[in-house]
């Protein structure tokens, strides 16, 4: 339904955070997408057309929702803020909008994830060409609309601006809780607002619970990290937890609606209820059987998890947790993915990530990374290292270190993700040389062999129809075989330039 005059205020994000996914490697799988897989399979396959009610989207971001409960909690009413993903904007961009706030993920395609893949497939990331899609929409609806509306941009992918703001009016960096309605209540009366805002958060028990669903069904779970990684914007915010009351009312909120598959997401689910960095897996334990009291929910998904805190569980607590993940979906392969970043403890630590090294220190790592991951195959996860390749100061003594880890797991039932270093200050890394291009290629030796089955059971344990599930096999089966021709292609031009 059409409103006559638009909402005041109306938030958005583009169709790559707000389709209708099952599960949470959906939405994942899209962001890895470049232009290079032809947008009718991506629009129609990968990404289910978003529901709305009216014009209001059923599902949204986490951050729009925050947003959202924020406002309304700080004077806004239900009738001046509306939720919308990009195919109802025209229903909702009228001449009373003063403001469209756009929740963002990798809206200038500079994430470690977006170059990685750009560098192999070539083309550019979906999530940067929707965000430009949809940026277009705004601004020629305001144009034909409301001259007077402004466009602010925020959420995870806000960093990419820096202080260039040309392709937004305003940015807000950071969680913003506490200042959002503020800020929005200066803008709408016209004040003279800076264009690049800091948000301000507020204590973990004060976070607004969530008044819609949310896409894939996130619930938040802890925010921050404080791990110091030179090439994380969580790098230096502490991480607080949510309290379990407030966990469990956001999920009991989109099961409601009918995301009936959640994920709970954290910098490091495995620290949940902790004080610093001492696990306490009580806690989480508790958490996850709250949750599993609510009626209706399916599958409980995660992402991250850290090898430190991961040895500080005990094996019957980790099979506890996985237990509680998989409830009665009978999956077997819930996957997580675990920051190894590299087998090198001394790099880590000049990156800035000591703090991940666990007791064993510098010279321990590797080995620590390969027990915790073992460890993790038997209480039956499905682990998903992931490695940054060409971090500042690498050797090829440092490269051949990883290859040789990265061999020394492949048995496992288990994936290894090459990400590209992709400085976070905007910076051009250095290109990859042939040894670099050979372990990329040998994590995606294990990963040919091993996703396949893991996302087929992904997809049924979430409910996902089997005739979807068939197409997106032979989907996969094609990028596979397209990826192993690039992949050998990138290590030839990398030899023939002498980057050996």
């Known amino acids: 339904m059409r409103t006559r005059n638009g909402y005041p205020v109306v938030l958005t994000a583009d169709r790559t955070l707000t389709a209708n996914y099952r599960v949470l490697f959906d939405g994942m799988l899209v962001a890895n997408q470049t232009t290079t897989t032809p947008r009718p399979i991506v629009r129609t396959l990968m990404m289910p057309r978003p529901h709305a009610d009216g014009a209001r989207a059923h ?63 070539g083309g550019r990331g979906y999530p940067e060409v929707m965000f430009r899609d949809l940026v277009r929409t705004i601004r020629r609806l305001i144009a034909n609309r409301v001259a007077q ?86 790098a230096h915010t502490p991480m607080r937890h949510l309290p379990e009351d407030a966990v469990a009312a956001d999920a009991q909120t989109n099961v409601a609606a009918g995301v009936d598959n959640i994920c709970a997401v954290s910098e490091d689910l495995f620290r949940y209820g902790a004080d610093g960095r001492d696990a ?37 607590e980790l099979a506890q947790v996985r237990s509680l993940l998989v409830g009665g979906t009978g999956q077997k392969y819930p996957w997580l993915n675990v920051g190894v970043e590299t087998a090198s403890g001394e790099l880590l630590a000049a990156a800035g990530c000591g703090t991940k090294l666990g007791p064993g220190g510098e010279d321990g790592w590797a080995g ?11 209480a039956g996860f499905f682990p998903m290292a992931s490695i940054v390749v060409g971090l500042p100061g690498e050797t090829a003594e440092d490269t051949r270190h990883t290859l040789a880890w990265v061999e020394s797991v492949s048995g496992e039932c288990l994936a290894v993700f090459p990400m590209l270093y ?20 040998s994590c995606y030796a294990i990963n040919f062999r091993r996703v396949p089955a893991m996302y ?17 096999r032979a989907l996969g089966g094609g990028q596979v075989a397209l990826w192993k021709m690039l992949l050998a292609r990138r290590s030839r031009r990398a030899a023939r330039a002498g980057n050996g």
Not at 89 to 98: H, I, N
Not at 422 to 440: C, V
């Open 59 to 121: 599902v949204a971001p986490l951050g729009l929702r925050r947003i959202e409960a924020a406002l309304l909690r700080n004077g806004f009413g239900p009738d001046e803020v509306a939720v919308v993903d990009h195919d109802h904007l025209r229903d909702a961009v009228g001449p009373a909008t003063r403001i469209v706030a756009v929740s963002t993920g990798d809206p200038l395609g500079l994430g470690m994830s977006t170059t990685t893949v750009q560098a192999i497939a």
């Open 149 to 234: 509306a402004v466009v602010v941009a925020g959420g995870p992918g806000a960093w990419q601006f820096g202080k260039k703001t040309d392709v937004v009016d305003h940015v807000v960096t950071g969680y913003a809780e506490g200042n959002v309605a503020a800020v929005f209540r200066s803008v709408m009366r016209g004040d003279t607002v800076p264009p690049v805002i800091q948000g301000e958060p507020v204590p973990p028990e004060r976070v607004p619970r969530i008044a819609g669903a949310t896409t894939m069904g996130v619930v938040e779970v802890s925010r921050g990290c404080g791990l110091g990684c030179r090439f994380c914007t969580m």
């Open 280 to 316: 306490a897996p009580d806690a989480l334990i508790s958490l996850l059987t709250r949750l599993r009291e609510i009626r209706g929910l399916r599958l409980i998904q995660t992402d991250h998890g850290n090898i430190a805190t991961i040895s500080q569980y005990g094996d019957r």
């Open 368 to 378: 620590l990374c390969t027990k915790q991951l073992k460890r993790l195959v038997r």
């Open 422 to 441: 992709a400085p976070i200050d905007g910076t051009t890394p250095e290109p990859l040389n042939e040894l670099q291009w050979h372990l990329i290629r």
């Open 456 to 472: 087929g059971d992904n997809q049924r344990a979430g409910g996902g129809g089997l005739a979807r599930r068939c197409l997106m």
